[in-house]
């Protein structure tokens, strides 16, 4: 008889896929609901301990390294990072997250999981040996936001981080989170039908739609024609006419001085939205951080030339690096001559010659943004 598929199967399966394979969390997640035949009860079960445990893995390591004497292979280690994550930080009970858990772990160590969790739920940590692993963080991330924005306002931002993220749905039915719902409303402001927008990197098209909503007509182009797709698919779905061009933002082939708004919205490191992409903490590097900054400047300077007289250039990213954002914003005007638009309304703090939303100031995903007027 085959064994009943639970909950901590399904997401022993899943967080297996992120860590052994390196697959992404919310693609592995979303097909293994998607095949679970599961309620909305476990499914929102499944997808809190996979994000849960991956988001919070170096704090469970900790955890558990007290009570293992010996490295054990990663299958094992992954149940008893799920376990450790039930006790710690999901609010379940340590009986039933014991229990449950050395259920799904293979025969041969469930005595050995068995004992290592009752340990760990038995012993909480009273004092942790660094912020970044209580946080759970790499040590460079966290040393580079401290410096970045101060230790308070970047433990806070990170601890942040650590929660679920909120559903959170546009009145046309588009999931948009708030920062990036503000930042279509900055593009689209004070214009009229008449206008023309173009969104240069623009998938999924969250953005691209929020602009066309408010009238103007948007021109939505990205690099990756399969990515193209998404955004037409959007907009089709919510009965927007958008122009959709395949194509390179740092070789656009539009003709100079067409735009009244152009809207970079760069590829960056994603820091401001680590709550929504559990794993990406362990993959990106600061060495990624430089290279996209210099993509973020190349992307800007081959953008600005498309901005009419009296039309505006706007420039973000979901991330708040200093170099990927005060650092690409005086680097791009320097060699542009470019001149900032006016500062940006509350609740965006001041941010160099822009602003910046961090995910504590409207429990929304973190985000910077940038406007540059071109002068008649």
């Known amino acids: 008889m085959n064994q009943k598929i639970t909950p901590r199967h399904l997401a022993v399966e899943v967080l297996n896929r992120i860590e052994n394979d390196g697959a992404f969390a919310n693609l592995a997640l979303s097909a293994a609901l998607d095949r679970s035949g599961f309620d909305k009860r476990d499914r929102a079960f499944v997808t809190d301990m996979v994000y849960g445990t991956t988001r919070m893995q170096r704090a469970c390591d900790h955890l558990l390294n007290r009570f293992l004497h010996d490295e054990v292979e990663p299958s094992v280690r992954t149940v008893l990072r799920l376990g450790a994550w039930q006790v710690a930080f999901g609010g379940v009970p340590a009986h039933a997250a014991v229990s449950e858990t050395v259920a799904v772990a293979p025969r041969r160590v469930r005595g050995l999981c068995n004992a290592v969790l009752r340990r760990v739920s ?169 290279r996209l900054a210099d993509l973020q400047v190349a992307l800007l300077t081959a953008a600005w030339p498309l901005v009419r007289p009296g039309g505006q250039l706007v420039y973000s990213v979901c991330t708040v690096t200093t170099a990927e954002t005060i650092g690409v914003d005086e680097r791009f005007r320097q060699a542009s001559g470019a001149q900032s638009a006016e500062p940006l309304p509350k609740p965006w703090r001041p941010h160099g010659t822009g602003g910046i939303m961090l995910p504590q100031d409207a429990d929304s995903e973190g985000m910077a943004i940038f406007r540059y007027q071109k002068t008649d």
Not at 222 to 237: E, G, S, Y
Not at 257 to 265: A, E, K, P, S
């Open 122 to 290: 038995d012993n909480p940590v009273t004092e942790w040996p660094s912020s970044a692993i209580e946080l759970s963080y790499p040590d460079w991330l966290v040393a580079r936001l401290e410096q970045d924005l101060g230790s308070a306002t970047a433990h806070t931002m990170l601890a942040t981080m650590n929660q679920p993220a909120l559903a959170v749905v546009r009145q046309d039915g588009y999931h948009q989170d708030h920062s990036s719902q503000m930042v279509a409303a900055c593009v689209a402001q004070g214009l009229t039908e008449q206008a023309k927008v173009l969104d240069l990197c623009a998938a999924p098209g969250g953005k691209a739609t929020g602009i066309a909503t408010e009238g103007p007509w948007v021109v939505a182009a990205d690099v990756r024609p399969k990515r193209l797709n998404l955004v037409a698919d959007n907009a089709q779905r919510l009965e927007l006419p958008l122009g959709l061009v395949a194509a390179d933002g740092l070789h656009p082939p539009f003709r100079p001085n067409t735009f009244d708004r152009v809207l970079v919205d760069a590829p960056c490191s994603g820091l401001g939205v680590l709550r929504r992409r559990a794993d990406a903490r362990w993959r990106v590097t600061q060495e990624e951080i430089d």
